[in-house]
C-alpha cells in the first residue's frame, strides 16, 4: 500500500491569508507614514514662510519707526521755529507800533483841528485839543474809529474854548489803542491809511 504525505489544506491556506493581512498591513502603514510626511513637509514650508513674512514685517516696522521718529522732530522743529518766528513778528510789531499810531493819528486829523494833547495809560489813550467846530470833532471821530490802532472811540465832551482859543471848541477823545493792531479783513501786508481828505472851505 503507498502512502502520500500531503500538507493540510487549511495550515496552507492559513499561511497564505497571514501572508495577505502582513503585506496589507505594510501598504497600509506605508500610506500612512507618506501622508504624515507630506503634511509635516506641507506644514515645516508654512511655517517657515510665515517666519519670513514676520521677519520682514518688523523689519518694516522698525522703518516706520524711524520714519515716524523723524517726522516727530521735524513736527517739534517747525513749531519751535514759528514760535521764534512769531516771537521775532510780534517785536517787530511792537518797534513799529508807535510809529504807526503816530502816522494813523496824523492821517485821522481833519485840517481845521489841532491836538493840545496825548496822553496814554495801561492801553488806554486821552486826547485833548481844539477844532474849528463840533462838525470837525465828529469828522476826527470817525476818521479815527476807521484805524485798526484805535478801538472803542468816544467822544467825553465838548466845550466853548475860552480867551485864548477864540471861537474853536474845546474837546476831550477817549479810545484804547493797541500797537499791535489784528490787519483788516481781507487786507494783505502792512497797514495803509487812506489818503487825508482837505474840507472844502
Known sequence: MIRVNLLPVKELKAAISRRRELTIGGIVLGVVALLF???YLEQ???LSKLTKELADLRGEIQALDTKVKQVGDLQNKVK???????I????????????????SLSFATPPRLWLTEFKETG???TLTGIAADNQTVAEFLRALATHAY????????????GQDSGPFKKFSIKSAISYLPAPPSGAKGDFKAPAKEEKKS
Open 37 to 39: 510626511l507630506g503634511l
Open 44 to 46: 515645516y514650508f508654512r
Open 80 to 86: 519751535e521755529f514759528t514760535s521764534k518766528h512769531r
Open 88 to 103: 521775532i513778528s510780534d517785536l517787530n510789531k511792537k518797534r513799529a507800533g508807535p510809529v504807526g499810531v503816530m502816522e
Open 123 to 125: 492801553g488806554r489813550l
Open 150 to 161: 484805535f478801538k472803542d472811540v468816544e467822544l467825553v465832551e465838548t466845550s466853548q474854548g
